[in-house]
């Protein structure tokens, strides 16, 4: 009687619970994922900060502040990606001396993850660039400069992917044109994409086929002009896809982040952060449950 008694009882049971909606018991709990993107651009070989006499910059940058500014934030949040829109090289005697070899060891003691190339990382030329390349622990990337029969052949990447938290990020790089800033003598036989074109294709492939939930384009085109001259506001708004362009080449310092709506209507952020590395753009992407991604960005002065 009390063997059938139990089985009755668990028969009923077994029938309540199977009636309840269908959950995993095991499944991981969803939450929020924030990524944080931090930005330099136009350095120019700025290691130490200006001095206390300086008029426009007393005592702001330098690498060892930078250094522990970046440390903090990873520490609060270690999903963050660190980049540079280019000029990393010239404006001090450090390049001069030492070629870019300091620059690139600095940031490369940074935990940089990735760079652009800008017009004057050319000023010893496209050998002087690949020679320092070994210092460089970060990816160099730049999708629109063919470096085809140069010594900088096959030490670039078009972009790369970086995964934090779950979360696909994409990030490719774009550089400006060369003729009119750049000698022939120095660029050898660099030969300069369309950057438009270069960008739809970038973005394309990160968005569909890497399925990137991020797509960061790393642009040393230059903020905006007056003439007709492909910018990054231009660039964002004759493209798709694109969720973030970090700027560099016009030293154009912002507060925050422009937007722009892109060739779809939908918002791009477009950032720069000025010049010598007296200032470190900080955004954090956050993804909602309901599948949308909200931001929160600053420029920061170091």
Wanted: charged share 20%.
């Amino acid at each position: 009687m009390i063997r059938r008694t139990f089985i009755k009882q668990t028969g009923i049971a077994t029938a309540a619970i199977s009636a309840l909606p269908s959950f995993d018991l095991f499944a991981e709990t969803k939450k929020t994922k924030t990524i944080t993107i931090l930005h330099t651009n136009d350095v120019h070989s700025h290691i130490d900060p200006f001095s206390p006499e300086d008029a426009l910059h007393p005592n702001q940058g330098g690498v060892a502040r930078r250094l522990t500014l970046v440390e903090a934030i990873r520490k609060e949040n270690p999903n963050t990606l660190l980049l540079d829109a280019g000029d990393i090289f010239q404006g001090t005697p450090y390049f001069n001396f030492y070629g870019g070899e300091l620059e690139f060891k600095l940031m490369s003691l940074l935990k940089y993850d990735a760079a652009t190339i800008g017009n004057h990382d050319f000023d010893n030329g496209v050998g002087g660039l690949a020679a320092q390349m070994p210092n460089a622990s970060f990816k160099m990337l730049s999708a629109n400069y063919d470096f085809t029969n140069t010594t900088m052949e096959g030490l670039t990447k078009p972009y790369e992917v970086f995964i934090k938290d779950g979360i696909k990020i994409g990030v490719f790089g774009l550089g400006i044109q060369l003729e009119g800033l750049v000698t022939k003598a120095l660029s050898k036989e660099t030969e300069y994409l369309d950057p438009v074109e270069i960008a739809q294709d970038m973005s394309r492939i990160l968005k569909e086929e890497e399925q990137c939930d991020l797509v960061i384009c790393l642009s040393h085109l230059g903020y905006d002009y007056k003439f007709d001259k492909i910018s990054d506001i231009k660039l964002a708004e004759k493209t798709r896809n694109i969720d973030l362009i970090i700027g560099g080449h016009t030293h154009t310092f912002l507060d925050k982040p422009v937007i722009v709506n892109n060739a779809d209507g939908v918002e791009v952020l477009v950032n720069q952060v000025g010049w010598a590395g007296i200032n470190l753009g900080r955004i954090d992407f956050t993804f909602n449950l309901d599948g949308s991604i909200s931001n929160n960005a600053r420029t920061i002065t170091v």
